[in-house]
Every structure is written in C-alpha cells, then in structure tokens.
C-alpha cells in the first residue's frame, strides 16, 4: 500500500490493535487493518446471506432501475471512492474512507485491498 500524502491521516496515523495497544509501524498496521476486514468478512451471524433478516428491512415493492443491471467497472469504484470525504467518522465496519481510498490510483484492481474492494462492491451489486 502507498501513503495518499504526506499529511496526516487516518490512513497514516496511529491505530489501536485489538488488544488497545497503539501501533504506528506501517507493516504493523496493515495487518491490523487486513485481520479486520477479513472479521468483517466471515459474516459471524449469518446475516448477509439471511433473506428473512434483509426482507424486514427493505421492502420487495419497489421500481425497477435498469442501470442497476450494467456490471460495475473499476473506474466506477474509483469515481466513488474520488467522491468519499475524507477525515470523517468511519461506518458501522470501522474501515475510515481514506483506507479504501489507498486503491484509488491502480488502472486494474491488482493490490490484495483493491481486489477485496472490487470483489465486496461486485457482490453487494449483483
């Protein structure tokens, strides 16, 4: 992974483990952030793959939008990502913008994090 800037920033300033510890090495803090995601990603409840828990949620009445049947490119992720403010509050995932915005200047998903995000954004569409 490359560093956005030079600035200070979530992508690049100090992170806890999951034991409370600070941790600033940047090797250090990837395997952080990969554990993480790979956490988020086993879906411990079983909720993502819940029809039952989603149908509750949002209704099955709705219009239909043919855009939504076009695949997702990666330009479209990175334009996305280009439009995600930075320094705000992460989401219920605590994944901070600026990590996902670390893909942003690769052509193709190539780094594990851009093929983890387009492969996320792939089955969420679909």
């Known amino acids: 992974m490359e560093l956005i800037s030079e600035n200070l920033s979530v992508a690049n ?3 806890y483990d999951k034991y409370k510890k600070l941790v600033i ?8 952030w990969n554990n993480h995601i790979k956490e988020l990603a086993k879906d411990s409840n ?3 793959r819940n029809p039952e828990k989603w149908e509750s949620i949002a209704p099955i009445e709705c219009d239909y939008f043919p855009d939504c049947d076009e695949s997702v ?3 479209d992720i990175i334009t996305g990502l280009r439009d995600t403010p930075n320094n705000k509050a992460p989401g219920i995932d ?3 913008s600026e990590i996902w915005k670390l893909v942003m ?4 998903p190539t780094s ?4 983890l995000l387009h492969k996320i ?3 969420i569409y679909y």
């Open 13 to 15: 300033g100090p992170i």
């Open 25 to 32: 090495e940047t090797t250090e803090k990837i395997n952080i």
């Open 46 to 48: 079983g909720n993502s």
């Open 73 to 75: 490119s990666w330009g």
């Open 94 to 96: 605590g994944v901070p």
């Open 105 to 108: 200047k690769e052509k193709a």
């Open 112 to 115: 594990n994090l851009a093929k």
């Open 121 to 123: 954004i792939c089955k």
